[in-house]
């Protein structure tokens, strides 16, 4: 498996090498002989102060794994040949370990999971995700919050899974539109630990139907902190502890935890963000684990089991170096995975093309990208219109000069969005690119057959102009776009398309249109430039 993963995963940008060394500094404590890189850490041992108390409760956290069956190298700037760490064999054989420590220890254990489950990747793609589900269902978590991509293909498909596949998934602030709960998403579940009753709240972005399948946006999302009050306030007399378990991002948990100053901890995901020792916002700790099933996040807490209060918490990440030891395996999670990965191996591992240079993301806003423009050129190319857009958080991945497999590409664009042709007047297209690009949070979009002139407002850009084919955009003009399925549909803001004309365009994937660039043989050299221009 090494040989075939070392083919498949190119070394990722500097930011992520940085946040691993964040990661390895803070979430490890010892070290192999003959290797820079530490194992994953032991138990935590508490005074005879914090034994005291009552109860040692032992939490660990996943978020974001995104259908990661396969281990990735650890990417830190400087090593070749990193070792492998994560894949969703290790979590299942970590926590398993847990388990036996806390038994040998009388710790007691909660085992959660923040949301995103298994959008990302083919093995997770298999039957709408359910293979992936069937898997996560064998780790044993107690406790999963519902996240966005959860509803990457449709309400009715989320339903089928969750009545289908035991998985203890938890949601607070979803109802159906007529405000009824939604059969098999609890608000909470709560357990009974040593003494203390911990409530296990499931907290979901309000912005989920903007950037998800349209059906969404026929269930109620609230907004996350008023929704925590509400629940609280039903659970006074049945919880000791309230534990929020949210996919809301880092910036969403600092909020949470403005409004809800009490809370000791947030269990969080949805922005990927690796936080080896947590951070700290009042008197709340948030804890992520990173993204893609890489390490696994572990909080020890120790009770005053009398006072029903936290006496003492630590957080930190644990890396995933190593396979399990035999007492520690979960052999049906095994062979489940193993089974997912022969199921399309023959297929992704084809090789497609190469690239003779680097296809990377945009690592800053406003600016284009090799990936963005390669994928939008492939798009203009394939349909002849005059322009095309796609939006940032599609691309999911870089690619670096070398080989090119399906399966790389699937790991580019791994959701099922299909090209689309769109006709716009040019005053239609110039406020959705103005959305795009002034709105709050923007990033801008990756563009083909225009440029942006950006005039600098402050601390932000206003959108000065467009030019298509060297020509300013003529407001009473007609323009065909070419653009992905998500943003057809209104996803990420782009409301201006949802009532556009569409085009007589056959149903194709996106990764296959970008597939295309790769059959003629030759090394692909994707587009440097910047499409983005700025003025004084």
């Known amino acids: 498996m090494s040989d075939t993963v070392s083919i498949l995963w190119r070394l990722r940008r500097t930011a992520i090498w940085l946040g691993l060394l964040a990661l390895i500094a803070g979430g490890a404590a010892g070290t192999a002989a003959g290797s820079s890189f530490p194992q994953s850490p032991g138990a ?64 007691e254990l909660l085992v959660l999971d923040a949301g ?32 966005n991509h959860e509803f990457d293909h449709g309400v009715d498909v989320l339903e089928e899974s969750l009545s289908s596949v035991a998985l203890p998934a938890v949601i607070a602030n979803v109802r159906r539109a007529d405000g009824t709960p939604v059969p098999g998403l609890p608000s909470h579940r709560v357990f009974n630990r040593g003494g203390m009753r911990i409530a296990v709240i499931g907290l979901i972005s309000a912005d989920t139907p903007r950037i998800t399948h349209p059906s969404a946006r026929e269930w109620q999302f609230a907004e996350p902190a008023a929704v925590l009050s509400e629940v609280r306030a039903q659970l006074a007399a049945e919880a000791d502890w309230v534990l929020p378990l949210t996919h809301l991002g880092v910036n969403g948990d600092r909020e949470l935890a403005r409004s809800h100053p009490d809370l000791d901890l947030i269990v969080g995901g949805h922005s990927h963000t690796l936080l080896p020792t947590g951070l700290v916002e009042g008197s709340t700790r948030i804890v992520q684990a990173g993204s893609k099933a890489s390490a696994i ?58 690239l003779a240079a680097p296809m990377l993301r945009a690592d800053r806003r406003l600016t284009s990208s090799p990936a963005g423009n390669l994928i939008c050129d492939a798009m203009r190319s394939a349909t002849g219109a005059h322009v095309a857009i796609q939006n940032r958080g599609g691309i999911r991945a870089d690619l670096y000069a070398g080989v090119v497999t399906r399966r790389d590409l699937f790991n580019v664009l791994p959701f099922s969005n299909h090209l689309v042709v769109l006709h716009l007047s040019g005053r239609e297209l110039e406020a959705c690119v103005r959305r795009a690009v002034e709105g709050a949070g923007r990033r801008g979009p990756e563009v083909s057959g225009m440029s942006l002139t950006l005039r600098r407002d402050g601390r932000n850009f206003q959108l000065a102009a467009i030019t298509i084919d060297g020509r300013p955009l003529d407001p009473d003009g007609e323009y065909e776009l070419a653009t992905n399925s998500f943003l057809a549909t209104g ?25 295309a660039v790769f059959a003629g043989g030759e090394p692909v050299t994707p587009p440097t430039e910047n499409r983005y221009v700025f003025v004084d």
Request: aromatic share 6%.
């Open 116 to 147: 995103d489950w298994s959008q990302g990747t083919p093995e997770g793609a298999f039957h709408q995700g359910r293979d992936f589900l069937n898997a996560l269902a064998l780790v044993g978590y107690d406790a999963m919050c519902v996240g």
């Open 44 to 107: 935590a041992t508490p005074s005879d102060g914090e034994r005291a108390g009552g109860l040692h409760l032992i939490i660990l956290h996943t978020n974001d794994l995104h259908g990661q069956v396969l281990p990735r190298p650890a990417f830190r700037a400087g090593v070749p040949n990193p070792p492998l760490a994560g894949g969703l064999v290790r979590i299942g054989g970590y926590v398993n370990q847990v388990r036996r420590e806390a038994a040998a220890t009388s710790a």
């Open 491 to 515: 996803g990420d803001g782009y409301e201006e398309l949802v009532g556009a004309e569409r085009g007589d365009q056959p149903v194709t994937l996106l990764r296959e249109v970008v597939g």
């Open 297 to 354: 996040g572990r909080v020890d807490v120790w009770f005053d089991v009398v006072e029903k209060r936290v006496v003492k918490l630590e957080a930190r990440v644990v890396n995933l170096f190593r396979e399990p030891q035999a007492e520690d395996q979960n052999h049906e999670l095994r062979a489940e995975c193993q089974a997912m990965l022969e199921r399309g191996s023959e297929a992704l591992d084809a090789t497609i093309g190469s």
